[in-house]
């Protein structure tokens, strides 16, 4: 069955430093989303993506973050100056359809530790 | 603004015994919800969905939900509890406010089955 993956699985770097998470969805989907979980607190959207450009955004997804599809399976989100604020799971989802009543798929997630 | 509460922390009942997981959602529209299942380091699973139709909806692992349009609820069920079961549960609503798909998660309820 095919799924979503994602690496690395536990990042830890320093306030300041750039982070890229990186994601390959199921090959047929279309539609890309990042979300997060702040330890303890509800999983929080992020960011959806189609035909290579940003659908919708978050308050939380301001200037410090970005996302890509670099090639044909990836698709890369991109933290350039990490805060201590920033560290949760991170999680990616796809989908083949962008309706209301279309499920997503998720990844295990990247836990982002921010010192 | 969609919005789904899940107002138990954590549910605890005894393997074999029927479980209850309780949803309770504010739309506007059609409400389209969904039950996700997370294990310990795993991604969210997709259970099941409600779009429209049947109230009661079959979805993964024995589990089922039912939805009830007066009481504004989408509580998850299953008759006979496993050990197996005991994991973090996510209710979620889609909206569809902003052009585009994304979904709106509970806090969440941690489900522990006792032998």
């Known amino acids: 069955e095919p799924e979503v993956t994602q690496t690395p699985s536990h990042q830890v770097t320093q306030m300041g430093q750039e982070v890229i998470l990186r994601c390959v969805p199921i090959?047929?989907?279309?539609?890309f989303y990042w979300y997060r979980q702040i330890l303890g607190q509800k999983v929080e959207f992020l960011v959806s993506?189609?035909?290579?450009?940003?659908?919708?955004k978050s308050e939380i997804f301001d200037d410090q973050f970005s996302v890509e599809r670099p090639d044909g399976s990836n698709f890369t989100l991109k933290i350039r100056s990490t805060k201590l604020e920033d560290s949760a799971m991170y999680f990616c989802?796809?989908?083949?359809?962008?309706?209301?009543?279309?499920?997503?798929?998720f990844g295990p997630g990247t836990r982002l530790t921010v010192l | 603004a969609q919005s789904v509460a899940q107002p138990e922390d954590q549910v605890n009942v005894a393997e074999g015994n029927p479980l209850t997981v309780k949803c309770t959602y504010s739309?506007?529209?059609?409400?389209?919800l969904f039950w996700y299942v997370q294990y310990p380091n795993r991604g969210l699973q997709f259970l099941l969905k409600?779009?429209?139709?049947?109230?009661l909806v079959k979805g993964s692992y024995g589990f089922e939900a039912e939805f009830n349009k007066s009481q504004t609820s989408f509580h998850l069920k299953k008759p006979s509890a496993l050990v197996s079961d005991s994991a973090l549960y996510f209710c979620?609503?889609?909206?569809?406010?902003?052009?585009?798909?994304?979904?709106?998660f509970g806090a969440g309820t941690r489900l522990a089955v006792h032998p």
């Open positions: 989802a796809s989908s083949n359809r962008d309706h209301s009543y279309n499920e997503q798929f």
């Open positions: 090959s047929n989907h279309l539609y």
């Open positions: 993506f189609y035909n290579n450009e940003i659908s919708e």
């Open positions: 739309v506007s529209g059609n409400p389209y």
């Open positions: 409600y779009i429209t139709g049947d109230n």
């Open positions: 979620a609503v889609s909206d569809f406010s902003g052009g585009y798909n994304k979904l709106i």
